[in-house]
């Protein structure tokens, strides 16, 4: 067999993090090159060639579109280059939920795309990203990982970027699967599918965003009046999700604000701030009255990345945004 080539795009964060000392709790994201990540990965003897190629060195909670645009046009030469068997990125775990869902919904599937982050700084003790990494080497030279969409590797878990959010601040085991499970466990040394791949053959679902349009997540509070959704549309905001209570409810005058706001050609995506669990229409909100959209499995982060790719490629109707929601 021979060596698999991959492809390792670098972007910063915890994994590429440089702390004041392997007790403290202070690190800088991003810190350390990718090439010394790599040279340091390379030295483990893994049976893989890598490519190293820095896009940035930041924490994830400063990535946007430039970052993005970089990585969707690095990962498409790459799935268009023979030599490359497959892709890595490192990344920030803060947002690693949004690129990840990004770069699901407009890029093909036909070779592994793995996302990979870490909770510790490189050089603090008890270090994740270095195994981390050695696992996201292990998924992304397997033909099986083909066909799967983009994933994240964390936690010796291999996950899916439409169902993975992260759920802990500082825990190694920081990410949650929702609705589905994850789609394989891996070490170093195993690596076992619980699955076929699912997306063989898939081309990209949306064109990438030629820019981001301002959408906004509302969170719902007790007690909270409409203003906050007025104050959303005099910026401009081209969408909204609201972080819901329960099953995406919001004090009344805030839903008919909302539903003003859908009636004037404002996207309004009701997803929940609660932790995990389905949003569905018309449940003690009467979406198709109100013009709302219900974001069924995705939480306010991957909802807002939805809604952008939808509103970029020109889908703004209630029906169709819906249809997207039930059908991603
Ligand atoms: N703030 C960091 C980042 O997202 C946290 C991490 O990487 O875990 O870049």
């Not at 825990?171 to 699955?195: E, H, N």
């Not at 997540?217 to 104050?231: F, H, N, Q, S, Y």
């Not at 669990?277 to 069924?296: I, P, S, T, Y």
Request: charged share 20%; hydrophobic share 50%; glycine share 12%.
């Amino acid at each position: 067999m021979t060596t698999p080539r991959i492809l390792v795009l670098g972007t910063g964060g915890t994994i590429a993090g440089a702390g004041t000392g392997a007790t403290g709790a202070a690190y800088r994201p991003g810190g350390l090159a990718l090439g010394t990540l790599v040279e340091h990965l390379s030295a483990l003897g893994l049976a893989a060639e890598l490519v190293p190629q820095e896009i940035a060195r930041i924490g994830s909670q400063d990535i946007g579109w430039a970052e993005w645009q970089a990585l969707h046009a690095a990962c498409t030469t790459a799935l268009a280059d023979p030599a490359i068997d497959g892709i890595i990125i490192t990344h920030g775990t803060d947002t690693a939920e949004e690129t990840g869902f990004l770069l699901d919904l407009t890029l093909p599937t036909h070779k592994p795309i793995v996302m990979v982050g870490a909770m510790r700084a490189a050089d603090a003790v008890g270090a994740d990203g270095m195994r981390n990494f050695a696992n996201a080497v292990k998924v992304a030279s397997d033909p099986q990982a083909a066909g799967r969409g983009v994933m994240l590797v964390m936690g010796d878990a291999v996950l899916a970027a439409r169902d993975a959010r992260k759920a802990a601040t500082s825990s190694i085991d920081a990410f949650r699967t929702f609705p589905r499970g994850p789609l394989a466990r891996v070490t170093p040394a195993t690596l076992d599918w619980f699955g076929p791949p699912h997306r063989t053959g898939e081309l990209a679902r949306y064109a990438f965003p030629p820019e981001l349009p301002r959408v906004a997540i509302l969170t719902a509070g007790a007690g909270m009046d409409e203003k906050p959704v007025e104050a959303l549309l005099g910026i401009g905001a081209r969408g909204i999700v609201l972080a819901g209570m329960g099953q995406g409810n919001a004090p009344r005058v805030v839903i008919e604000a909302l539903a003003r706001a859908a009636a004037s050609g404002v996207p309004v995506v009701r997803s929940t701030r609660v932790d995990e669990g389905l949003v569905d229409r018309n449940v003690e909100v009467d979406d198709d009255v109100l013009g709302l959209v219900a974001a069924r499995a995705f939480g306010p982060a991957r909802a807002r990345m939805l809604l952008i790719v939808l509103i970029a490629n020109g889908i703004t109707e209630a029906a169709a945004v819906q249809a997207a929601f039930d059908g991603v």
